[in-house]
């Protein structure tokens, strides 16, 4: 080869071809124009129901149907009575007041009328016939004011005894032994087999010690809706006096070494336990209830209260509106 000679110059690749791009999708809704489709078992449906706007396919690819307008499509025809989105305003009373209700009451054993016995049980009752906002009894006179109030939750609490003082005659306060007791705490119910022999359910058993500042102490806190959502169990009711008696729990205060009555019936009446209840109710609104309201009319705007020559204003009578709860509120603090 003679040095004079070039190489053979390398031939090039040919272009890669630029991909083509893909047509441009118009801006906003892409649903615009589109026709729902449903499968032909709806299909079949719709037309048993006599469902209008139905068109045969126009695409062989599709093996949907398209529907016409104002069509909702559905998943299975159950739906068809499904509700409408939206409201007329029909519905005026629907909710319940939920309310938390707090009663002291002394613990104490004894009973005048006991014969010496000591009163070691103390049993707290709640009437669920009641209406804590009782303002229809008037109009109508029949008893359709009465509610359910339902006790949800409860939760108890006990006072210590404070310091080394101790009964009546302390003596040294060179113990505070004799100043721990224990609170015994359940919550009754009954079978269907005999509704007035209570068993125990939600059983809570607390040590209380003396203290030398002042709190309350727990010592029993109860879900009655998870207590008897099962349904095997049924909250106790009285059967003699009040069949609307509901006894929430039941409490025994002893000794934590021997188990007997901590306070004995023959102990002054003045030595006593505190104990605080809180109650959580459900308090539904009663369907009749009333407010005092009046419409009056005259024909005058300057003077609201004032009849020149129709019927004299008369003071605002009760008379029957719907209530219902909407939110809680401070305005008035």
Not at 58 to 72: C, K, L, M, T, Y
Not at 234 to 240: C, E, G, K, L, N
């Amino acid at each position: 080869m003679p040095v004079s000679a070039k190489p053979a110059r390398k031939q090039q690749r040919a272009p890669t071809p630029t991909p083509k791009k893909a047509p441009s999708k118009p801006k906003g809704n892409l649903n615009v124009g589109k026709v729902p489709t449903v499968s032909e078992h709806h299909r079949f449906i719709m037309a048993q129901r006599g469902c209008k706007g139905i068109e045969p396919s126009v695409a062989e690819r599709i093996e949907s149907n398209r529907v016409g307008f104002g069509h909702q499509d559905m998943t299975d025809p159950v739906n068809c009575y499904a509700r409408m989105p939206g409201s007329t305003g029909s519905v005026t009373t629907k909710n319940e007041l939920g309310l938390i209700v707090t009663d002291f009451f002394d613990y104490n054993s004894t009973d005048p009328k006991a014969g010496g016995v000591a009163q070691e049980v103390t049993n707290y009752f709640w009437s669920i016939d009641q209406n804590l906002f009782e303002n229809g009894t008037s109009s109508p006179f029949d008893d359709r004011e009465r509610t359910f109030c339902r006790v949800r939750r409860v939760d108890v609490w006990v006072l210590p005894v404070k310091g080394f003082e101790i009964g009546t005659s302390t003596g040294d306060n060179n113990t505070n032994a004799t100043g721990q007791f224990t609170v015994n705490c359940q919550c009754p119910g009954v079978s269907s087999a005999n509704s007035q022999a209570a068993i125990a359910l939600d059983t809570q058993v607390t040590n209380v010690l003396p203290q030398i500042d002042t709190f309350w102490k727990k010592v029993f806190s109860c879900n009655l809706q998870k207590t008897f959502q099962s349904g095997v169990a049924r909250p106790y009711f009285d059967t003699v006096v009040d069949n609307f008696a509901q006894c929430i729990f039941q409490m025994s205060i002893v000794d934590p070494t021997s188990g007997v009555n901590y306070l004995p019936g023959g102990d002054t009446t003045d030595f006593s336990v505190r104990v605080k209840v809180q109650l959580h109710i459900d308090q539904p609104i009663a369907t009749i209830q009333n407010a005092k309201l009046k419409v009056f009319r005259n024909e005058s705007f300057i003077t609201p209260s004032l009849s020149a020559n129709g019927t004299s204003f008369s003071a605002p009578e009760e008379e029957y509106v719907q209530t219902n709860l909407r939110r809680k509120q401070d305005y008035l603090r």
